[in-house]
């Protein structure tokens, strides 16, 4: 064998190994699903609706499929009141995502990615809306 054929031999061997052996470009990153989001969570809510102020205490339990339900306090200008909701949720692959609840509110949310905290915003018109979850209990990721 000549020395340009086991040059390239070398060449294609050690690539070959590089291959093989290199970490995934993929590696490290952490990609969130839905799963992320499952158990029992407590959420506090501030900020001003329609220019009063605004504060929320829920319990909320996740299922970890896309859909989560809750109950909690609310209160509007000092007037108190209590809030029953279902939701639908879609966590992208980013950890970011958004929520669809039962009383017309609608939120986009950051989840870390344990899914033990979700920071999140009110996206309706005339809300100045923020809060942020922490688990309670669960955790599995699913």
Do not use: W
């Not at 039962?102 to 950051?110: A, D, K, L, M, R």
Request: hydrophobic fraction near 35%.
């Amino acid at each position: 064998m000549n020395h340009i054929a086991k040059y390239v031999m070398s060449i294609m061997a050690a690539a070959a190994l590089a291959i093989v052996t290199a970490p995934s470009a993929h590696a490290g990153h952490v990609y969130c699903s839905n799963g992320l989001l499952n158990g029992s969570y407590t959420a506090t809510i501030t900020g001003n609706l329609a220019g009063e102020p605004f504060a929320e205490l829920d319990l909320v339990t996740a299922d970890g499929n896309g859909t989560f339900s809750g109950s909690g306090t609310v209160s509007e200008d000092g007037v108190i009141s209590t809030v029953s909701f279902t939701a639908t949720y879609t966590i992208n692959s980013n950890c970011s995502g958004s929520a669809v609840l039962s009383t017309g509110v609608t939120q986009n949310f950051n989840i870390k990615t344990d899914g033990s905290e979700v920071q999140f915003i009110s996206t309706n018109s005339g809300a100045t809306i923020v809060g942020d979850a922490k688990r309670l209990t669960g955790g599995d990721q699913q």
